[in-house]
């Protein structure tokens, strides 16, 4: 008997059961190498008739390989060949060396269980959901590159992520976020730059270190944003796409004032060598010290940036394309604040009921009348 059913993570898996002569039971499934299901039920068929003509004798059980012999094969020929972006490729190796393998390594490949799975997520108890789920992607995606490569016939367990409850932005209101443009302005005019490209622009802390002044057009009032420093590596921003970002009058006028000719980037230090995220950070914090703030983080400038366009009523699309969110669910995170859409909303159920019967007397289900 030959069955043939979708592969969970796609792809078609064969099952195959027959008796031979001798009363021997084989059974046999595993992914088709095919795509479309008509290839993978051919497919199957010849694997039936080998089977039944060479028994169980189909040739050397292949070899499998432990977590900690592939984690450089994997490396190489999934992050380094893809060209992945370095924090990335930094990820999978922090991820790899301090959990995967100290955990699983002298594990075979098509020998990790589902319980391993969850021990390791036992074994990660002292650290943030996303960031088990940041292993566990790691992970996944080992053991599917295994399957894609031939070493393993299927996924050996299941990766089930941990749900992870989606924290409240940060931000500075508008009073706060004026103290501390003030309080940056009178530290330096890089701190200055820093705020306002955070706050006003928002950019992040690798896209404001990789800025030059080449991306800056002071006639048109606006930011072309397409690279990012990561410890000295230049990289395309998060998402892998440029956006432009009309300049604010203060950002234009700040960005003037500080022209310099020290070197390519907009921000650097005395001697012209580009600021580092150490210094960008310090920055931060020496204004929110001197505006008397809490929140000294630079991302919480980004976060501001995308709080006060929604407090203005500014539509999620062009938040999105301003802050170059990958997804829109990311941009409506910060949509409760808009007052504006909430008013919109409510003035829909006015616009359902004809003219001559707004501010109508009606009764209620209890026999009081309302309007």
């Known amino acids: 008997m030959v069955k043939v059913r979708p592969f969970r993570g796609g792809g078609w898996e064969v099952d195959i059961r027959f008796r031979l002569p001798n009363g021997q039971q084989v059974r046999e499934r595993r992914k088709a190498s095919v795509s479309s299901k008509t290839a993978a039920v ?4 010849a694997r039936e008739r080998e089977l039944l003509t060479n028994g169980l004798q189909t040739g050397r059980r292949k070899e499998v390989p432990r977590l900690e012999t592939f984690v450089e094969r994997f490396l190489d020929g999934h992050a380094r060949a893809n060209r992945l972006k370095p924090s990335t490729l930094d ?12 955990f699983l390594g002298t594990k075979r490949l098509d020998a990790i269980t589902n319980e391993d799975v969850q021990r390791l997520k036992q074994a990660m108890g002292e ?6 789920n940041n292993v566990l992607s790691v992970l ?20 089930r992520l941990l749900k992870v409850p989606k924290p ?7 009073a706060d976020f004026e103290r501390l443009v003030a309080a940056a302005a009178a ?15 928002g950019l992040r802390a690798g896209e404001m270190m990789a800025l030059e002044w080449r991306d800056v057009d ?10 990012s420093d990561w410890r000295g590596q230049v990289t395309s921003p998060k998402g892998g796409r440029l956006r432009y970002v009309p300049l604010t009058l203060r950002l234009t006028a700040a960005l003037r004032a500080a022209r310099h000719l020290r070197g390519p980037r907009v921000l650097t230090l005395d001697h012209g060598k580009p600021l580092e995220l150490k210094d960008v950070q310090r920055f931060v914090r020496l204004a929110a010290r001197r505006a008397g703030l809490k929140r000294d983080g630079v991302h919480v400038l980004r976060h501001t940036f995308c709080s006060h366009l929604a407090m203005k009523g500014a539509p999620a699309r062009a938040i999105q394309q301003l802050a170059g969110h990958a997804n829109l669910a990311t941009t409506q995170g910060y949509m409760h604040l ?6 919109n909303a409510i003035r829909l159920l006015d616009q359902a009921l004809p003219e001559s019967r707004r501010g109508e007397t009606v009764e209620t289900a209890s026999g009081a009348t309302s309007k």
């Open 338 to 343: 808009s007052p504006a859409a909430i008013e």
């Open 91 to 102: 990820a999978h190796q922090v991820a790899l060396r301090s959990r995967l393998v100290p």
């Open 140 to 159: 996944s995606t080992l053991l599917k590159k295994a399957v894609e490569w031939n070493l393993i016939d299927r996924m050996p367990c299941t990766v």
């Open 187 to 201: 530290i330096d005019s890089r701190a200055h730059l820093i705020v306002l490209l955070g706050g006003e622009a």
């Open 168 to 174: 409240s932005a940060k931000f500075h209101d508008f």
């Open 127 to 132: 650290l943030a959901p996303k960031t088990v």
């Open 218 to 227: 002071l006639t048109k009032r606006q930011l072309c944003v397409e690279r």
């Open 42 to 45: 051919r497919w199957a068929q």
